[in-house]
């Protein structure tokens, strides 16, 4: 948490420098480009979790214990990830992940044991966890640029370009190979990466002349009750992203193999979640406006483990995949709302700490969830996603009123 709070984001041409003119409108659209690649290539992999997990012969544990390798990866690398955005720039940072992640993806699908895909998923996480501090510190700067509150719109294209690429993912699942499917996202990904990432390394965000000359101070330090504040919004994004980690890896497999719906319709139920997702949070602003932060908070967290109830306990298919969409639609604005308010307790350490704890959560759920299914069942363990989400609306209602904290020197 130390160095997670002392997190500065710096990009190429910072104070000092001679930044190039900024583009704020190209510079929000290829931020947007490369939250929906990553979106994108995470549920092309996800959905061939099932095809992987056969090819490799592992069981259900085993398979939790390879996809820790994402896990362990990710969250090693997030922590790193600050000081390489310190001081290369976040934009920069942002590309040469850009490049990483789509060679990475096609390495589960060359693998024949669980032992090997744990460690290909290693480097996995490590490109997967990079991007997203990267991304979002980036994205944090340019909301305080603009001085809006657009990150939602960010955190929609991550889920748009999931559900894209899990409707796609499904529609070639019994036609293309895992090898075959994965190596053309690896091309996909470098090619948007090669249009967008130029973008990114060309312009920088316009600071405040106030702003420019306090980001040459030395950093602050936060005070221990705003520490602990941190922390609660960390475990309120930890507690919905765990979710939105559980259903990527194993909602496909619970349709598939305890429901018995076809290979597609089992794909098309992350693309459903996401799609849900992505609605509300495009709808977020809105209702941030006509709600206020906590009561979007709790109605969200209820929300979604009322769904995740139905989805994971259901008897059939179509009411299990009406969980996951109403699930989708209650985990939508959490995280977004969490992270904010971090930042606005913190600044950008303050987002980085709560981004970390977040996709913690998202990448740490897979192998909880594939340990309870080898001990109770797979539709038991998805029910510890209802379980986090109630914790959820349940911390986010006793953090109410919480006030802005100062950091002191």
């Known amino acids: 948490m130390p160095q997670l709070n002392k997190l500065r984001t710096a990009l190429p041409g910072g104070p000092g420098g001679n930044p190039a003119p900024p ?5 929000r659209t290829a931020l947007t480009v490369f939250f929906a690649l990553d979106g994108f290539l995470f549920a092309g992999w996800v959905v061939r979790i099932p095809a992987i997990k056969q090819q490799t012969g592992a069981s259900a544990a085993t398979l939790g214990l390879a996809l820790l390798g994402v896990s362990a990866g990710a969250v090693i690398t997030m922590m790193l990830t ?3 955005c310190h001081r290369f720039g976040s934009h920069t940072v942002t590309v040469v992940c850009g490049v990483l992640l789509p060679l ?4 589960p699908a060359q693998t024949h044991s669980a032992l090997s895909l744990g460690l290909v998923l290693l480097v996995f996480g490590a490109a997967y966890g990079g991007t997203n501090v990267a991304m979002n ?17 960010f955190h929609a294209a991550f889920s748009l370009g999931g ?17 075959t499917h994965l190596l053309l996202l690896t091309g996909f990904g470098l090619l948007v990466t090669a249009v967008a990432g130029p973008v990114l390394l060309r312009h920088t965000v316009a600071k405040p002349a106030a702003e420019a000359a306090a980001s040459t101070e030395r950093p602050k330090r936060l005070d221990g009750r705003a520490r ?6 960390g475990m309120i994004a930890l507690c919905t992203a765990y979710g939105e980690g559980a259903l990527a890896d194993w909602g496909a497999l619970h349709l598939e193999q305890d429901l018995h719906a076809h290979p597609g319709i089992a794909a098309a139920g992350y693309s459903l979640f996401a799609m849900a997702m992505t609605a509300g949070r495009l709808s977020g602003t809105a209702l941030l406006e006509r709600l206020g932060q906590t009561r979007t908070l709790v109605a969200g967290g209820g929300t979604a483990a009322a769904g995740m109830l139905l989805g994971s306990l259901a008897p059939t298919t179509w009411l299990a995949l009406l969980g996951f969409a109403v699930t989708g639609l209650g985990l939508a604005n959490i995280f977004p709302v969490a ?10 350490g303050g987002v980085a700490a709560a981004s970390t704890l977040g996709y913690g959560g998202m990448l740490l759920g897979p192998p909880a969830i594939g340990f309870l299914t080898d001990w109770f069942s797979l539709p038991a363990a998805l029910t510890t996603v209802a379980l986090l989400a109630a914790a959820a609306a349940a911390l986010g209602y006793g953090a109410r009123n919480v006030a802005h904290t100062g950091a002191s020197e």
Do not use: C, Q, W
Request: proline content about 6%.
């Open 163 to 179: 559900m894209v690429g899990a409707g796609l993912g499904g529609l070639v699942a019994g036609g293309l190979s895992p090898a």
């Open 228 to 233: 602990r504040v941190v922390l609660l919004f």
């Open 104 to 107: 990475s993806i096609a390495l």
């Open 82 to 84: 600050g000081r390489l």
């Open 137 to 153: 510190s980036a994205a944090v700067d340019l909301v305080t640029a603009l001085r809006r509150p657009v990150m939602p719109s």
């Open 23 to 27: 583009s704020s409108s190209r510079l």
């Open 339 to 348: 992270v904010s308010r971090a930042g606005e307790l913190a600044g950008p």
